[in-house]
C-alpha cells in the first residue's frame, strides 16, 4: 500500500476526478483506484449533507454547534451559537447565564439564591440600581437621597426588597423619590437608633413611574 497521493485535509471540490495511469496508487490498473474515487464521492456527498464541505468545524466559531434545518433531499446544515426548537433533557450550568430579558415559563425553582447589592457607606444621592440585583442593603452613613433605577418596561413588574441600616452614630433620614407612593400617601418614619434594621420592599408595574412602597418590618436589631 503506498503512503503517498492521498488527501491530508477536507476534500472541498464538487467532482471526484476519473482515475488514469498518472493517478494509479497501485499500479493494478486502476480498480483500486475506481474504489477510492467510489469512496471519495461518498465523503463529499456527506460533507456536503453535513454543511461542511465549505464550511468546516475548523471554520466554525467557537461553542458553535451543528444544526440542522429542512427535511429529505432540501436539508441542509449549519453551524451556529444560537439553539432554536431544542429541548434540554437535563444539563449542569458551570457559569453565568444572560437571559436576554426573555420569558421562562412553567419553570420549578428550588435552592436558588437571590444576589444581594451591598452599599456599606450610604450618603449623599445613592442610586438603587435593579441590574445590579433586587435586593439591596444599605449602611447610612449621612443624609441620603435614593433613586431607583432600570426597572422593566411597562408591561412587566419590577420589585425588590431594601435593607436599610443606621450606622453607629444614628438619625441617618432618606429623601425618597417623588414616584414612590406610600399607603396613605404617609412614608414610613424610619428607625434612627444607632445600628438598627428597617426593612422595604418595592414594586412597579409601569417602568417605574409609580412605585409602591410597602413596610416589611421595623427596629430590627
Not at 492521498?6 to 486502476?30: F, H, I, K, R
Not at 474504489?35 to 467557537?62: F, M
Not at 461553542?63 to 449549519?78: C, H, L, P, R
Amino acid at each position: 500500500m503506498p503512503s503517498s497521493n492521498y488527501p491530508t485535509s477536507l476534500d472541498g471540490s464538487t467532482n471526484q476526478p476519473t482515475p488514469t495511469s498518472t493517478t494509479d496508487l497501485d499500479a493494478s490498473g486502476y480498480e483500486h483506484d475506481q474504489v477510492h474515487g467510489a469512496h471519495s464521492t461518498a465523503i463529499l456527498a456527506l460533507e456536503a449533507k453535513l454543511g461542511i464541505a465549505a464550511n468546516n468545524a475548523a471554520d466554525a466559531d467557537q461553542y458553535a454547534v451543528m444544526q440542522k434545518s429542512g427535511s429529505g433531499s432540501d436539508a441542509t446544515t449549519t453551524w451556529s451559537k444560537t439553539i432554536t426548537g431544542a429541548t434540554l433533557a437535563g444539563a449542569t450550568l458551570s457559569g453565568a447565564v444572560t437571559g436576554g430579558d426573555q420569558v421562562m415559563s412553567a419553570v420549578t425553582h428550588k435552592d436558588y439564591a437571590e444576589t444581594c447589592a451591598e452599599n456599606t457607606a450610604a450618603t449623599g444621592t445613592v442610586s438603587i440600581d435593579l441590574n445590579n440585583g433586587n435586593v439591596h442593603s444599605i449602611k447610612l452613613t449621612g443624609a441620603t437621597t435614593l433613586t431607583f433605577d432600570n426597572p422593566v418596561a411597562t408591561g412587566d413588574a419590577s420589585s425588590f426588597t431594601l435593607i436599610v441600616q443606621q450606622d453607629g452614630t444614628g438619625s441617618r433620614l432618606i429623601t425618597w423619590p417623588a414616584s414612590v407612593k406610600w399607603a396613605g400617601a404617609t412614608a414610613p418614619t424610619l428607625t434612627t437608633t444607632a445600628d438598627r434594621f428597617d426593612v422595604l420592599a418595592f414594586s412597579t408595574v409601569d417602568g417605574g413611574t409609580r412605585w409602591f412602597g410597602f413596610v416589611a418590618g421595623q427596629d430590627f436589631q
